[in-house]
């Protein structure tokens, strides 16, 4: 597997929510450096960071890693994935967002592992099961409807499934990083923002919208991405409780 995976984290420094938050500091280390050391220690392939800014850019340089500007005309993450692509080889690409700095080496091996063994895979992504209520109800967090074989039915901010009869019902939450065969993320960029992609925001519809199959792997992170500064006072405290 090894080198036939390039890993892009798209990493926008004009986040409308939380300008900068991929340079917020995290025990000590930007949050974009968490999610290069952990696509680093999964040994897939070269790690690039994709921005808008030439901060970003430095921050990245400054601790030994990769990254290129893109366009700050990017519509999304995945356009922004798809211009730093051309620059590099492999079979692959991984589309890890610069935001979620605890997650795990072995997630991202996963993810790329699930593309190789999988011909029928266009988009790989990663789900992990979902318990606690509060999340549940949170329309920030994304649910996940899997079928038995890993395929993806339905991704959304409610809370599926529902259930009606009142039994519990099996959920899983989404974690932002997808694996691209890189015919299918050329693909995917040229496709017009579709219907349900615009009713829920969330960009992954839009392959399910057309055709595309997408499978998770099933994993066991800590899902935390870095949207408001009160998601990476929650991240600072998760890792006091680890150490």
Known sequence: ?????????????????????????LAGKPVVRWCYDAAKAARV??????????RVVQAVRSFGGEAVLTSDQC??????????????RGRFVINLQGDMPLVRPATILRVARLLEDNPGADIATAVMPLEDPERIKDPNVVKAAVARDGRALYFSRSPIPFPRDGRPARRFEHLGIYGFRR????????????????TESLEQ????????????????????????PADLKRAQSLLRRKK
């Open 205 to 228: 519809l839009r392959a399910l919208e057309n055709g595309m199959t997408i499978f998770a792997a099933f994993v066991s992170d800590v899902p935390v991405a870095i949207d408001t």
């Open 1 to 25: 597997m090894t080198g036939r995976c390039l890993v892009v984290i798209p990493s926008r420094f004009g986040s409308t929510r939380f300008p900068g938050k991929v340079l917020a500091p």
């Open 45 to 54: 392939g070269p790690v690039v960071v994709a921005t808008e800014d030439e």
């Open 75 to 88: 519509r999304s993450g995945s356009d922004r994935v798809f211009e730093a692509s051309r620059l590099w």
């Open 183 to 198: 015919s299918a993320l050329k693909r995917f960029v040229k496709l017009p923002p579709s219907p349900l992609e615009k």
